[in-house]
């Protein structure tokens, strides 16, 4: 049915593919920059620096940062999704490889991860360092998290991405970014069901698993923001589409994708002031989410993706090649690291800024560690034997 409407798969071109690399990289970096924030500078400055306009910036951003990282995961699932569907002439959809290639690339990173939360958590426990029992010291603000704790039970959560979906859940403190990860997996299988829906021997099947899935979702404590984080993982999914058609560069197309950035972007900027009760606060970054669709849209409509090589161009691109390991893994290693010197950071600002740059060094090299073994699916064919 759909295959005279599709055309053969497109690959992005080499600038575009470095600019989604510069998001990638730039946005975990955001991300990362600001959980350095929160645990080893806020906690001794408080959140009132510049009327909290600091933190409420911190925040926006990484939040942001992780809504980009929403889009790009649904472009790019898409993408590899239209790629398989196109080796088979759109008649039949690789689903083996695709189950494959998702776990190869999500599983051994997180469990690298894993292995870093015990390490951490045991050698904490073990040596009674600074955190075993509380973090918080006299003199401290606040804290983001009281004290460590583990459980198997939060472990497993995460290894079955489960966190954060319903507030029965275990989770998992000693990782928090891990949340995001728990809703990502969850839309990869709905894509999986919903290409299954379109292009198999089974649809009435795979269309009553999808819609399952969406039902068993929605009575999840959490399915709000599961819902809110779907729309903009499926609108950067649906960008995917428009880029492989022929409409993306229609008047039609470029007309709505200025309409659209203009809309949202109006939008955004209302959430940002309204009432902290309102719906409209609540959902602000994802509404910055759509702002961004609608602005890659226009990028791609109109030809416009320019980009101009430099020194800090370049470190976005190469740390787009460690990203996902660096927002899995940064955050128990921020959490020893104020183990280690929380009790110093109170008597200088000097000791808080050198500790800063060199766990923002360690954490990146340890980043582009687990990344060159974990996130190199040869070399884990290779130890699994599987090659």
Not at 5 to 27: A, H, K
Not at 172 to 195: D, K, R
Request: hydrophobic share 50%.
């Amino acid at each position: 049915m759909f295959k005279n409407l599709l055309n053969p798969f497109n690959r992005v071109t080499e600038t575009e593919s470095n600019y989604f690399d510069v998001l990638r990289g730039g946005s975990s970096l955001v991300v990362f920059i600001h959980h350095i924030f929160i645990i080893i500078w806020e906690p001794h400055i408080g959140k009132a620096v510049f009327n909290g306009l600091l933190t409420e910036s911190s925040t926006a951003a990484a939040a942001l940062a992780v809504m980009i990282f929403f889009v790009l995961s649904g472009f790019m699932i898409t993408f590899s999704i239209y790629n398989n569907l196109s080796k088979n002439q759109f008649t039949d959809f690789d689903y083996l490889k695709y189950i494959k290639d998702r776990l190869y690339r999500l599983h051994p990173p997180l469990l690298f991860s894993m292995l870093i939360v015990i390490f951490v958590y045991y050698f904490i426990y073990l040596f009674e360092l600074h955190g075993f029992k509380t973090f918080f010291i006299e003199g401290d603000y606040f804290q983001k998290i009281d004290n460590i704790t583990l459980s198997l039970k939060g472990v497993a959560s995460n290894a079955f991405y489960l966190q954060n979906l319903d507030a029965s859940l275990p989770f998992l403190e000693m990782n928090t970014p891990l949340w995001s990860l728990s809703f990502e997996f969850w839309y990869y299988v709905l894509a999986l069901f919903l290409t299954l829906s379109l292009f198999s021997n089974f649809k009435l099947l795979f269309i009553s698993l999808f819609i399952a899935l969406l039902l068993f979702m929605s009575t999840l404590s959490n399915s709000f923001y599961f819902a809110a984080g779907a729309i903009i993982w499926f609108s950067g999914a649906f960008l995917a589409i428009l880029y492989q058609s022929s409409y993306l560069t229609s008047r039609v197309t470029k007309t709505f994708s200025i309409i659209a950035l203009i809309f949202f972007f109006l939008l955004t900027c209302y959430c940002f002031i309204a009432d902290s009760q309102s719906i409209f606060y609540h959902l602000k970054t994802h509404i910055a989410g759509l702002t961004f669709v609608s602005y890659l849209s226009v990028l791609f409509s109109h030809s416009q993706v320019r980009l101009k090589m430099n020194t800090r161009i370049r470190f976005y691109i190469s740390s787009a090649k460690y990203s996902y390991s660096l927002y899995i893994i940064h955050w128990p290693l921020l959490i020893l690291t104020n183990s280690l010197f929380h009790n110093l950071f109170h008597d200088s600002v000097l000791i808080r800024t050198i500790v800063t740059i060199l766990s923002f060094i360690f954490i990146i090299k340890i980043s582009s560690f687990s990344a060159n073994i974990f996130e190199d699916r040869n070399k884990i064919k290779s130890m699994l034997g599987t090659n």
